[in-house]
């Protein structure tokens, strides 16, 4: 078990970001091609620019319902995706797109689902908060604080029942950790050994709550899990190397012990909870949020180090921020140009044998509408 | 035909299932090692081992929520809740999760879970342990709902269960674990969404769900014997999927229907029922549909008055006399 660590300070002027005896050096950071360094660099970009353009349509009045914003979180879908192998899976909760693009899910698909477009990727069914994608291990995106850690845990639990070595990365922000359903799967996952990593991604609020009024433990949150007998571990979610480094670590935990870890990362968002609340003044000055973006963005760090080890240029740099702005440009008016689900698909995707034609889906009366 | 319990059946369905599907897995509290709270699973550790009979600690949540994850992955778990009264404290799970993550995927993924367990009151349990929620489920369309009421339809109906790939809740009864009925040796299965006539008749239709089928069944019996009235008796068997053809059809046969429902009248079943047949059989109609739900007031304590609360067959042999 690591000591407790000093309780996750907000940022002050004078802190020097990153500290330079890094995990660079880590084994899994170590065989790093250039190229790959480059990839999360533009992963985390992409993430960024789609949804600074999805804020962009969704101020204009054009999308419905929420819109959970990732920036400032990047590097730690990008840090922990980049790991991923053919078995493992990742689940997450609302603020789901920065994953969803990490796994692979194309921009056009995301931003169409935004507009509540047919061409969406849960064809307009799931929006902002419900994207999925089975095909690249991707299972949501969920809308209930917490209600995905069980889930989390069944995907950890199908693989090892099936014999496969593959682990759940199951997602969740700092307010989860005060759900019930969260203590009763890590029980759960030590008790029967489940290969699942719970990462807390702590951006110190709850909606408006922070951590000193919502958690009766302060020091952090990943410790909870002490009482579990789960090993667990924090990670400065600003770094993509120690992002790396730690989630690799309990994943091999995972993969090898089939035994479950819950690693918190300490991270920011620049936006609100959702759009409503942004850069509300209740619960966090003007002040503080510019320090981040100044000191601490994750973006900005990765690129300097890039930069620094010599493996990129600012023009580079320049090249690959003008493509994503492009990308999401191209998504955006896509997602415009798509066509609104047709009305009849209200009742598609109910139910699989419905869908599917069979024999029990056409059998007693689905549905009771007239 | 042999005569075998409810609980045998629903013990030899689950028996079958594990064998013919090595996704199918049993979780629940006290299924294995223990037998079963009311002994379902009674043997099934025993004979097939750890990785398929598994014993869950007091944790609905988590892992009914467990189990509809696995089910995303393809594994066929059969979740044991002791009763369908605990379901509330796995809601989030069950509702938004096993029930709405096919549509919100926008049909990428579906959940082959079943769940199951006793839903009935007149146990002298006392509110807490006497909920019917196949209401609630039935109104959460992404979930199927059954309630067998004999021995030969749990069988059958928790064999297609199993098979099907949506999650389906299977309502049981701890009244009728121990009644008999005569059951086939050999393979069957029950689709979901198929009605029964238990007992033909022509004045009236007692159209009931679950154990309310077999007080129906005491009424019709009586009805004849003493009122010269024959009363046919429709057991919906699964909830949704409905059998609305045979509501309707038994209702233009006889054109007079009694719902016979143990679920609270208010948004209960029967009303889903009664608003069915007004709309599509008004015309059919020779008096207006009674219903005969429990006493609406939660499920009290006190056997003697618990037995009043439910479906009696005086009280449907009241109803039906007055629209005779």
Request: hydrophobic fraction near 40%; glycine fraction near 8%.
């Amino acid at each position: 078990m690591p000591k407790l660590p000093n309780p996750m300070p907000i940022a002050t002027d004078d802190e020097v970001a990153l500290d330079p005896a890094d995990y660079a050096r880590a084994e899994i950071n170590a065989s790093l091609k250039p190229k790959q360094k480059i990839g999360f660099l533009r992963e985390m970009i992409r993430i960024r620019r789609f949804e600074q353009t999805s804020l962009k349509y969704y101020n204009q009045g054009v999308m419905g319902g929420f819109l959970h914003l990732y920036i400032g979180q990047e590097a730690v879908a990008v840090g922990t995706v980049s790991l991923l192998g053919k078995n493992d899976h990742v689940i997450t909760a609302y603020r789901d797109h920065g994953h969803a693009l990490a796994v692979g899910m194309g921009m056009n698909e995301c931003m169409a689902e935004l507009f509540g477009k047919a061409t969406g990727c849960s064809r307009g069914k799931g929006g902002s908060m419900h994207f999925f994608a089975p095909d690249k291990n991707y299972w949501g995106g969920h809308g209930i604080v917490g209600g995905q850690t069980p889930l989390g845990l069944g995907l950890a639990y199908g693989l090892k029942y099936k014999g496969l070595k593959g682990c759940a990365l199951c997602f969740m922000g700092d307010g989860a950790v005060n759900q019930g359903a969260y203590h009763e799967s890590l029980n759960l996952a030590a008790l029967w050994k489940l290969p699942v990593v719970y990462i807390i991604e702590n951006n110190k609020y709850s909606m408006g709550t922070t951590l000193e009024r919502s958690s009766a433990m302060r020091n952090c949150l990943a410790e909870r899990a002490d009482g579990y007998g789960i090993v667990w571990d924090i990670a400065n979610g600003e770094d993509l190397y120690e992002v790396r480094a730690k989630t690799a670590s309990a994943m091999r935990r995972a993969h090898d012990q089939s035994l479950p870890t819950v690693l918190e990362v300490d991270t920011y968002r620049y936006y609100g909870h959702s759009v409503a609340d942004a850069n509300a003044k209740k619960y966090r000055s003007p002040e503080e949020i510019e320090r981040y973006k100044n000191h601490h963005d994750p973006i900005r760090l990765w690129k300097k180090r890039l930069i620094d080890e010599g493996v990129l240029t600012e023009a580079d740099a320049d090249a690959i921020d003008e493509a994503a702005k492009e990308e999401a440009d191209t998504a955006a008016q896509f997602a415009i140009d798509s066509d609104t689900p047709a009305p009849e698909t209200i009742f598609e995707d109910v139910y699989w044998e419905v869908d599917n034609k069979t024999e029990a889906g056409s059998t007693g009366k689905h549905f009771f509408s007239e | 035909m042999p005569l075998i319990t409810y609980r045998k059946a629903l013990n030899d369905a689950l028996a079958e299932e594990i064998t013919r599907d090595e996704n199918v897995v049993i979780i629940g509290e006290e299924v294995a090692q223990y037998n079963g709270a009311y002994k379902v699973t009674e043997g099934l550790w025993q004979r097939f081992g750890d990785k398929r009979v598994v014993d869950a600690p007091i944790s609905e949540a988590g892992f009914i929520g467990m189990g509809i994850g696995a089910s995303m992955l393809g594994i066929r778990p059969v979740m044991e809740l002791m009763f369908w009264s605990f379901a509330y404290v796995a809601w989030d799970q069950i509702i938004n999760n096993a029930g709405q993550v096919r549509y919100m995927s926008g049909g990428l993924i579906n959940c082959p879970i079943v769940i199951r367990g006793p839903a009935n009151g007149g146990t002298s349990v006392g509110a807490t342990h006497s909920h019917t929620p196949e209401n609630f489920i039935a109104n959460t369309p992404g979930l199927k709902v059954v309630c067998p009421a004999t021995a030969y339809d749990a069988k059958g109906l928790m064999k297609s269960a199993i098979r099907d790939n949506d999650p389906v809740c299977v309502m049981e009864n701890t009244l009728l674990y121990g009644e008999s009925w005569e059951v086939p040796e050999e393979e069957y299965l029950i689709p979901l969404g198929v009605a029964d006539i238990k007992r033909e008749g022509t004045d009236v239709s007692l159209i009931a769900h679950g154990r309310a089928v077999i007080t129906a069944l005491k009424a019709a019996e009586i009805l004849a014997a003493e009122h010269d009235i024959h009363a046919e008796v429709l057991d919906l068997r699964s909830i949704r999927p409905l059998d609305e053809e045979a509501i309707l059809n038994t209702v233009r046969k006889t054109h007079r229907a009694v719902l016979v429902d143990e679920n609270k009248p208010f948004c209960g079943v029967s009303a889903q029922i009664a608003a069915t047949i007004q709309e599509k059989a008004f015309d059919d109609l020779d008096a207006p549909v009674q219903r005969v739900c429990a006493l609406d007031a939660p499920a009290i304590y006190s056997p003697v008055l618990e037995n009043l609360q439910l479906p009696t067959v005086s009280r449907i042999i009241e109803k039906v006399l007055q629209i005779r």
